[in-house]
């Protein structure tokens, strides 16, 4: 397998993107109000017309000249526009898990689960990237979301910082994994445990091991989320090193199925990553999946 189809990537219009988009979602996100919608959209607008006032606030925030450079306008839109989506909370607030598990709250030592809130018009990253051949070329389009109203989802904290949420991003880049999930599935990562106990929801799917470094990630688990969906003999937990398990445990039909999911983010991924794909090997006929594999590789 090629393991950088997208060499060179990153340049030209697709390093201006993701530079402009990148500041403001770490300077700020919240900047753009339903005042400031309504400013440009009116009272009530439509989907394309709420993302059009919203990719035009957010532009101007970055400083693209839209309205005066003609270089700008043609950016703003072919590449900026196409990366906004305003989305309905409807579908997530609806899924198995996140109906079940409520909002839980606990610490265990480093870590702890909160109940957070994405307020109207916060930005967001919902999901891997398009690419696209564009000549000979590769156009990479940033997925941003942003809801109308405010969305309370549950968060996996270390020390205040964010490992998992239910958040749009952790929920679409699972699915495909659990859509393939099937048999007896090793997954690597707790986290919420939304993969764990969404895919024992598969009737495809026969059992679950779950690997965890942090025995205070699985005792939150344990103490806050199993009891949501009921003891199951069908799920076991191991707390170890992901790759000392791996080296122990992979062998010809020893699992079908396994998911990987221990990084933070594409930056942090890449490495990990690459070593999980050097040990599939000791275990061929099995299927595997990775998160945000499509975005580790461009990252490469």
């Known amino acids: 397998m090629d393991e950088a189809p997208f060499a060179g990537w990153y340049s030209g219009d697709n390093a201006r993107l ?3 988009l990148s500041v403001y979602l770490n300077l700020d996100p919240a900047y753009v109000t339903a005042d400031m919608i309504a400013g440009i959209a009116g009272s009530s607008p439509t989907k394309e017309q709420t993302e ?5 606030l957010v532009a101007a925030a970055c400083g ?7 270089a700008d306008r043609r950016f703003f839109g072919d590449r900026f526009l196409p990366c906004f989506s305003l989305l309905d909370t409807a579908p997530y607030v609806s899924d198995p898990f996140y109906s079940a598990l409520g909002m839980p709250e606990g610490r265990m030592g480093r870590w702890s689960f909160e109940k957070r809130v994405c307020r109207p018009y916060e930005a967001f990253v919902y999901s891997d990237p398009v690419t696209v051949r564009d000549g000979s070329a590769f156009r990479v389009t940033p997925r941003i979301g942003f809801f109308a109203e405010p969305y309370p989802y549950p ?7 964010e490992w998992m949420t239910l958040m749009p991003n952790e929920t679409n880049t699972t699915a495909p994994a659990l859509g393939a999930a099937h048999g007896d599935v090793l997954t690597f990562g707790l986290g919420l445990g939304y993969f764990a106990c969404s895919a024992l929801m598969r009737p495809q799917v026969r059992s679950v091991t779950v690997v965890e470094r942090s025995s205070e990630v699985a005792e939150l688990f344990s103490q ?3 009891p949501k969906f009921g003891s199951s003999d069908r799920l076991t937990v191991v707390c170890a090193d992901a790759f000392e398990y791996a080296e122990r445990n992979y062998a010809p039909g020893r699992f079908d199925f396994v998911f990987a999911d221990i990084w933070h983010d594409p930056s942090d991924g890449v490495g990990l990553w690459r070593r999980f794909k050097a040990l599939e090997r000791l275990m061929p006929g099995a299927d595997y999946s990775y998160w945000l594999e499509d975005t580790l590789k461009l990252y490469l």
């Open 18 to 20: 993701f530079k402009l």
């Open 52 to 56: 059009f006032a919203f990719a035009s």
């Open 64 to 70: 693209l000249d839209v309205y005066g450079s003609a």
């Open 155 to 161: 968060a996996v904290l270390e020390n205040g910082r």
């Open 224 to 226: 806050f989320v199993l």
